[in-house]
């Protein structure tokens, strides 16, 4: 299987800052790589798809970049509607695996 | 837009098997080009990937489950389920349905059903 360590595990922002979340793979998965949002008590939703691609609606402030075993998503000024823990997922092989969380917190 | 809910017992005895049932509205399971998946979330811990099927009941599942994992599908209803037997304390978790579209290579899971809790105990 596929181990995808995310890090941190763990932050606290402010509203308006800049916020860069890693996720890392513990072996190549070329761009099968994607990021989910979960909000307490509800599903995660899908951010972004294969690195870059934002799902339809997920504003243009969510990016993402990275390929091979190294990835990061970025939240270009944090919202108060962004807190929320955030996982990656790679979808290269099966079994499909996700990270282990990072859970950003107001400040 | 497809919509997915999940149903079934909240509570499941140890030794025993868990069955849940995915509904989908607002769009039909059996058009093809999707696989429609069963995705796990233990308390406080990360997500964990139990298995898809195709419409035409084709399955993939998590070798780390395959054993003891039987995921189905109904088209006339418009479900797909989820068995799981031999469960303990290990298998409390929320169960979410969850669909991946086939036509694309990178396998992400959306939408998701609001999800729901099942606690092993006796």
């Known amino acids: 299987d596929i181990q995808m360590t995310q890090s941190p595990s763990s932050l606290s922002a402010s509203v308006g800052d800049r916020i860069t979340i890693t996720c890392r793979a513990s072996?190549?998965?070329?761009?099968?790589l994607n990021w989910y949002q979960q909000k307490p008590g509800k599903a995660p939703k899908v951010l972004i798809y294969?690195?870059?691609n934002l799902q339809s609606g997920v504003p243009s402030r969510f990016s993402g970049s990275g390929s091979g075993t190294d990835f990061t998503l970025t939240i270009s000024s944090l919202q108060p509607e962004d807190f929320a823990t955030y996982y990656c997922?790679?979808?290269?092989?099966?079994?499909?695996?996700f990270g282990g969380g990072t859970k950003v917190e107001i400040k | 837009q497809v919509q997915l809910q999940e149903s079934g017992p909240g509570l499941v005895k140890p030794s025993q098997t868990l069955s849940l049932t995915c509904t989908a509205s607002?769009?039909?399971?059996?058009?093809?080009?999707?696989?429609w998946s069963w995705i796990r979330q233990h308390p406080r811990k990360g997500l964990e990937w139990i298995g898809y099927?195709?419409?035409?009941?084709?399955?993939y599942y998590n070798p780390s489950l395959q054993s003891r994992v039987t995921i189905s599908i109904d088209t006339s209803r418009n479900q797909f389920s989820l068995k799981l037997t031999s469960v303990t304390a290990a298998d409390t978790a929320v169960y979410y349905c969850?669909?991946?579209?086939?036509?694309?290579?990178?396998?992400?899971?959306?939408?998701w059903g609001q999800g729901t809790l099942v606690t092993v105990s006796s």
């Open positions: 969850a669909r991946v579209d086939r036509s694309m290579p990178y396998n992400w899971f959306d939408p």
């Open positions: 607002g769009g039909s399971i059996s058009t093809g080009g999707y696989h």
């Open positions: 099927i195709y419409y035409s009941g084709s399955t």
């Open positions: 072996q190549s998965i070329s761009t099968y």
């Open positions: 294969a690195v870059s």
């Open positions: 997922q790679e979808s290269h092989s099966s079994p499909l695996t």
